[in-house]
């Protein structure tokens, strides 16, 4: 039996984000002040990139070795007026048990979402992760996601089996980062019963574009976080070569307001 959360997120309006008029744009946050500061831009739902908590961890990428740093910041931000979705790479474990454990503790902290992915290893072992995600905590969104087209050569046959597999497992949406194509995205929304997630590309189609194609849900993955890392670097050389640093930037009491009060 599983214990009960400390709050019911409001993952009703999370899933509702995905069937309203316009697709759910949902922007990747790395850390407790860049998630406030996104929905203080009037982003309902907010995301963690995987790469960008275990960059700012020192840590390696879609290596399960970002467990604990990514439930903190669930744990800091769960009481944050946003809707949160977690990236939670394959779950940090293989054993769909664990995975349906670490799900349970997200939602507890207030969680609505997490994106689970199969990186390209036996749809079987996903579909039997995001089952047992289910049978424990029902009411949390499970965005399931099939690297076929970012780490493979895009086979339309095997994205099709993998997704069918997770819908059948119970996923509520699916992901397929690396498929822009808007001909292949609208035969591939036609063919689905849920939610088709995308990854934005600024070499790629626009937003609109995606949302015509039937996008449900356009995401911005690591990138937020990859252009704030270039432009601290662009500054830092700016300013030694004698420029004065361009673009916005936020004033100390701006961040500091982003901030909980002391305890």
């Not at 002040?33 to 739902?45: H, I």
């Not at 670490?102 to 039997?128: H, I, T």
């Not at 996601?145 to 339309?156: A, E, K, N, P, S």
């Amino acid at each position: 039996m599983t214990e009960s959360p400390r709050h019911t997120p409001p993952v009703s309006a999370f899933a509702a984000l995905h069937q309203a008029g316009e697709p759910l744009l949902l922007p990747n946050a790395w850390d407790y002040t860049s998630a406030r500061a996104l929905a203080g831009q009037g982003f309902r739902a907010v995301a963690t990139t995987s790469l960008g908590v275990a960059a700012a961890a020192g840590l390696p990428d879609a290596a399960a070795a970002t467990r604990e740093e990514t439930l903190r910041l669930a744990l800091a931000l769960g009481s944050a007026p946003l809707l949160l979705s977690v990236d939670a790479e394959a779950g940090f474990g293989d054993d769909p048990d664990e995975v349906a454990e670490f799900a349970r503790e997200l939602y507890a902290v207030g969680v609505v979402g997490v994106n689970l992915e199969d990186g390209l290893g036996p749809a079987e072992r996903l579909a039997a992760k995001i089952s047992a995600v289910k049978r424990t905590v029902p009411a949390l969104f499970v965005n399931a996601r099939t690297d076929t087209h970012w780490l493979g050569d895009g086979d339309t046959a095997d994205t099709l089996a993998r997704l069918d597999a997770y819908q059948r497992a119970g996923a509520d949406g699916v992901f397929v980062p690396g498929l822009t194509d808007p001909d292949r995205i609208a035969a591939l929304v036609r063919h689905l019963g849920v939610p088709l997630n995308v990854l934005y590309s600024p070499t790629g189609p626009s937003v609109r574009q995606l949302a015509d194609a039937g996008a449900r849900r356009i995401s911005l993955g690591s990138l937020l976080y990859r252009r704030a890392l270039g432009a601290a670097v662009e500054a830092a050389a700016g300013i030694r070569a004698g420029r004065t640093p361009g673009g916005a930037t936020p004033s100390y009491d701006d961040v500091a307001g982003l901030l909980p009060p002391p305890a």
